[in-house]
């Protein structure tokens, strides 16, 4: 595949307006479903036991997040996730915090094994702690570690037989033997909350579209941050960089991620 | 009623201040509060079953919306409900995403048939589904029907015994005899999260300072449309949209909606 | 202490990012957790009673805010008051509400008899409902009550033995001993949702780094309401403010604050 095909994506997200449907944290609801709304898909939010099995059947992808995790939330994220399973749908897993309290850490294992993952998406601290490494955590918020990024991710794909997004300065996407470098970005990610939970969401989104996981994951992670190179250009600060960046998922074309996407194969 | 009197409503609203009780969905609780406060309204959001009743007895309307439901969210919302037609508090019943699951449509049909509403707000096919006819629907984005809006709004009215609010390209608003069909609006209203649910609870900050629903609804129906017009006018996306927006209910004045509402009878 | 010297924690917060770990209402999360994010702090999220402990006694404060308050997420909130009472770490406790409904006084009271609070920050009613006064209240927003402030939040400083902030017109903080009166901030702190609770987080983010509470609370009230201040200059209306004050969150320096506090003792 060519750099300049990474921009084909978005015309058919617009066209499909796939529907994501997130099992996310309280803090980016709104966030997420307004970063899926602009860039063309359709977000569902669905929590209930009773529910979540019905939507995720009807669903192009399901992204699950552990934010602000619960005992049940974790069950219908198991629900949802089986009943996706079955029907094909794809499913996406930010494993946020993780490390941060053995809670987080134990729910995330017990969902990379019941579950038949697409893709788990999450800093390295995360990354690591699902998959069982050592790595610094603070909080949601992981420090830069020392390891190999490169390798961690690797060994996460391998161990957990799926596509393994690992981001941060530079985002790394393998299915364990293929792996792109992603480029694109701002520092601007990491001073507002939910870059990381929208951009799994996005990657949902384009998962719903494009069945390779590994190139959807690339494309995804390409657009995403190219939107947010051009919305920090015209921001003050967080608060006009978060609605700029609304603003350029919505505005953002095939033809500019073909020529600003920076992927490489590592 | 004079169109030219459509704008009536603002300066008691901004003057009395009613509180608005929104049992709401996780994904636009800070929109709806944003919204109503600037419009001039007194947002409050609470949901445990142990003061739901309280809270309702001492709002001006109670705004019920399943956007993400719970058993135990339901079961609040009919408690709430029950304390509010005691006291004679109007209810508004948002059904989001009815027909996308059975769970939802369930959820909807209990509530109509247990608390006796004053306005049920929804697209035609959440309509549709929650007076049992059939409609296409994905998600909680309804796709728009081939049948007749403007019957089925009738309908729905006639057999709930309330006032029914059909929104979508126009909106429709009916008691079963008398009708408006409302012209103001923007696109970019679908291309943000909420912006149909806050419509229900600024319908409901209408409703509480206005007996007649069907004329406080057209009224906010018309503020809520013309306030778009002017954010969509000034925006670059659905970021800024939203933003703009929630500043034109801030600024927007009763001249305004008296000399652009775009209201007829049917 | 010098007035010269109220901004010179801003270089501290940025340079150690404390966590603040809030169990907040679901209204506000984002918007606080943007808020911390913007000044410099490290926010989380956690409400699982499986791992509220945790969290708070790695977090370098923690704050309680029962704006949307449930039976579980009370005990969830002792039970990580008790673990960071245990570890040191100081509490901030938001009474949203309180007096509004039975449930939220009793809920209040119950906090501030079973754990060790470092401050309790909310309007004249909220803090007179806690300590056991009466005031009027109207659903979450208190009306300007007729009693001496400063004697309020004195008495309830003596009773409760902590810190207590009365936020309106001018912000009272003070031990029962010692008082400052702040004079920063802007009207339209009042048309948008969450600017109470998002100080009471940004006390909390001042507390993690400064242990003399009083001066800490004074501090975070002046840098909070200059940085209001500043985005009131520049906006148009609550939705372009709520943005402009993220953005002057993170932009303001310990030199401006320095020059633009306005603190006095009492």
């Known amino acids: 595949m060519e750099p300049s095909g990474w921009g084909r994506f978005l015309g058919k997200m617009r066209e499909e307006m796939p529907l994501v449907h997130n099992i996310t944290n309280v803090v980016v609801t709104n966030f997420t479903a307004n970063g899926l709304l602009a ?75 019941e579950l038949n993952l697409s893709l788990l998406r999450g800093n390295a601290a995360e990354v690591a702690n699902v998959v069982g490494l050592e790595w610094k955590i603070k909080g949601v918020d992981a420090e830069e570690g020392e390891g190999d990024i490169l390798e961690l991710a690797k060994e996460a794909a391998r161990k957990l037989d799926t596509v393994v997004c690992v981001t941060g300065k530079e985002d790394v996407i393998t299915d364990g033997e293929k792996t792109y470098i992603v480029n694109n970005g701002t520092p601007m990610f990491t001073k507002i909350t939910g870059a990381g939970c929208l951009l799994s969401s996005v990657i949902g989104s384009f998962a719903a579209i494009e069945k390779d996981i590994l190139i959807a994951g690339a494309a995804a992670l390409a657009a995403y941050g190219i939107a947010g190179e051009k919305a920090a250009q015209e921001s003050e600060g967080p608060g006009s960089f978060q609605i700029a960046f609304l603003d350029q998922l919505y505005k953002i074309t095939s033809k500019e991620v073909d020529s600003l996407a920076s992927i490489s194969l590592s």
Chains 1, 2, 3 share one sequence.
């Open 39 to 113: 860039l063309g898909a359709s977000p569902v939010m669905a929590y209930a036991k009773e529910e979540v099995a019905d939507m995720a059947r009807i669903a192009g992808a399901l992204v699950l997040n552990i934010g602000t995790l619960s005992a049940e939330e974790v069950e219908a994220m198991i629900h949802a996730g089986n009943a996706a399973n079955q029907q094909g749908v794809p499913i996406i897993f930010d494993p946020v915090g993780a490390g941060a309290t053995p809670y987080r850490t134990e729910a995330s294992k017990r969902i990379v094994k």
